[in-house]
T-cell receptor
């Protein structure tokens, strides 16, 4: 069973800082990996999808990297803003199934 | 275009009652998923539909849970004889490419069993 760990569990930074969220997973046989953000009381918003053959994927101030062989992904957020405050979830899609396996997330607070 | 929609947004029910939760996927998406998010538990997979294939029910926690998808579009998740431990947010997602595409989530249904 795929186990997903996200570190740190919570993070508070001042506006403007660059930050890195870490995700590790136990089964490296994945098809792709998605990063989501979840605002309180809301559903999940897809941020980036990175295929297993890719090393990086970028969208605006967000950059996700994937090292499949070591079971790691990172989400880099540049020039953080208060609107980035949310919970960030990492979800690999294992080759053995079609469901996403979720970590417990990193709760990010960006202070003005 | 329209995203994934779910109804109701909130549902409060008494223990032992049956409930039905509805999901409308993005038009044209062939794959549909149900997940559950419980306090402190994280998101867990419940069931997956792909086109007209038999659904993958491997995540359903008990036989009180069932789901159907009519006409390859709208899906209903039914929980019979609800228990307090069923209280959670039920999230639906859809993807264009079955099983391997980017998943788009609805806003969820918050179920509270009293």
């Amino acid at each position: 069973k795929q186990e997903v760990t996200q570190i740190p569990a919570a993070l508070s930074v001042p506006e403007g800082e660059n930050l890195v969220l870490n995700c590790s997973f136990t089964d490296s046989a994945i098809y792709n990996l998605q990063w989501f953000r979840q605002d309180p009381g809301k559903g999940l918003t897809s941020l980036l999808l990175i295929q297993s053959s890719q090393r990086e994927q970028t969208s605006g101030r967000l950059n996700a990297s994937l090292d499949k062989s070591s079971g790691r992904s990172t989400l880099y957020i540049a020039a953080s803003q208060p609107g980035d405050s949310a919970t960030y979830l990492c979800a690999p899609n294992s080759n053995s199934g079609y469901a996403l396996n979720f970590g417990k997330g990193t709760s990010l607070l960006v202070t003005p | 275009g329209a995203g994934v929609s779910q109804s109701p947004s909130n549902k409060v029910t008494e223990k032992g009652k049956d409930v039905e939760l509805r999901c409308d996927p993005i038009s044209g998406h062939t794959a549909l998923y149900w997940y559950r998010q419980s306090l402190g538990q994280g998101l867990e997979f419940l069931i997956y539909f792909q086109g007209n294939s038999a659904p993958d029910k491997s995540g359903l926690p008990s036989d009180r849970f069932s789901a159907e998808r009519t006409g390859g579009s709208v899906s209903t998740l039914t929980i019979q004889r609800t228990q307090q431990e069923d209280s959670a947010v039920y999230l639906c997602a859809s993807s264009l490419v079955g099983g391997r595409g980017e998943q788009y989530f609805g806003p969820g249904t918050r179920l509270t069993v009293t």
